[in-house]
């Protein structure tokens, strides 16, 4: 049976996106994805065929990606950059997890599926799937939510 690395690099950096984006925001774990995903592209292409080219690529991937993306991704993540005004105030829905303000889950926004966590200045300890919550404000990439029967504190958005 021949195994078709260029797959096997794309589901590896797929799996590394997810981590980022679902369980470990803003640690970088998506430049290696990123890289992953590069390298499972030259393969298809038939560029590196030895392991130790495989790797050399995903390494140098990796570094290039970073280099390219790390100032606008930290721009994004300290809420710095803009984008994020016409989300607060908005209505939501918990659509997955459940959230409380120490574990995160997922709302449905205008079409959209964002990480979100209970605000802190919430009244509330849970808010349960299909919850209808306001985004009260963004923080390091991850919405910041109250119950939709709250008043949100929308006096420190970014």
Request: net charge negative.
């Given at each position: 049976?021949?195994i ?5 690099w794309?589901?590896?950096g ?6 980022e984006?679902?369980?470990l925001?803003?640690?970088g ?11 499972g592209?030259a ?5 590196p065929?030895?392991?130790v080219a495989?790797?050399?690529l995903?390494?140098?991937?990796t ?10 991704m930290r ?5 710095s950059?803009p984008g994020?005004?016409?989300?607060v105030?908005q209505p ?17 926004w205008s ?12 009244a ?27 008043t ?7």
């Amino acid at each position: 049976m021949d195994i078709d690395y260029a797959y096997l690099w794309m589901i590896g950096g797929g799996i590394l996106l997810g981590v980022e984006t679902l369980l470990l925001p803003g640690v970088g774990v998506i430049f290696a994805g990123l890289g992953a995903v590069t390298v499972g592209v030259a393969l298809l292409l038939g560029l590196p065929e030895s392991a130790v080219a495989q790797f050399t690529l995903f390494f140098a991937a990796t570094a290039l990606w970073g280099a390219l993306l790390w100032k606008p991704m930290r721009r994004a993540m300290s809420g710095s950059s803009p984008g994020y005004g016409d989300m607060v105030g908005q209505p939501a829905k918990v659509v997955k997890g459940g959230l409380s303000k120490d574990a995160n889950g997922v709302i449905a926004w205008s079409g959209s599926f964002l990480t979100a966590r209970l605000d802190p200045a919430s009244a509330r300890t849970r808010l349960d799937e299909g919850a209808d919550v306001v985004i009260s404000r963004m923080e390091k990439g991850v919405a910041l939510v109250t119950g939709a029967d709250e008043t949100p504190d929308t006096s420190s958005t970014v």
